[in-house]
């Protein structure tokens, strides 16, 4: 069975490719996503196998999308533009699909990506990512866990606190807070969320961190799990 992934901002496209989908054997629809943040999430939570993907959507396109990505599955494009073609196929892409798309020219595509993806060993299980991906400007960003000293709520905003630099990203901290590993991070407070690692003491009620000089709150409900991380 093929993992599949629709990313399509126009909802009536969404649609016809679901019940593309769910005619053709052999493939299993995981979720269809109306912009590549949502789909990222899914992404890195499950394996996805082959993407359908739109490539003029707001934000960030389709093409942009998979270049972020450091290991994307096969890829199908389905557009209601032939001009970016070429570059949808210098990224590998398997087929290259113009809306309106009938079902024969969609089995066509699947055939084809069917007797790749079949054909292709299994895959190891993946390692978990040491990385998330966030939004900056018009692009996605890749920012390594171990780059990151500490995150800051705001709102419906966060700050990324790297050693020389921040980026403040439109994302909430229970969002940003299910992609990081808690065997690295821990929240010491409802708004700071701090890599274990980067920090220096722990000074009653505060976090010092290595080569920061800003001292970060604990939370009184925070502080006995943040002690029990150093067997205190």
Known sequence: MINCLIIDDEP??????????????????????EHVFEALEVLQQQRIDLLFSDINMPQVNGLE???????????????????????????????????????????????????????????????????LFVKEGHSLRRVLFEEIYYIEGMKDYIRI????????????????????????????????????DAIRAISGNEVELYDLPEKLPIGKQHKEPLLAQFGL
């Open 12 to 33: 009536f496209a969404r649609e016809l490719l679901q019940g593309y989908i769910a005619q053709m054997p052999g493939l299993h629809l995981v979720a269809s996503c």
């Open 65 to 131: 999308f998979i270049r972020s990505l450091h290991n994307p599955p096969y890829v199908i494009f389905v557009t209601a533009s032939p001009h970016h073609a070429l570059e949808g196929y210098e990224l590998d892409a398997l087929d290259y699909v113009v809306k309106p798309v009938s079902f024969p020219r969609f089995m066509k595509a699947v055939n084809k990506a069917l007797a790749v993806v079949g054909s292709r060993p299994a895959a190891p299980v993946a390692a978990a990512p040491q990385f």
């Open 161 to 196: 606190v790297l050693k020389n630099q921040m980026i403040i990203t439109y994302l909430r901290m229970s969002r940003v807070e299910d992609q990081l590993p808690p065997s690295r991070f821990i929240r010491i407070q409802k708004s700071y969320i701090v890599r274990l």
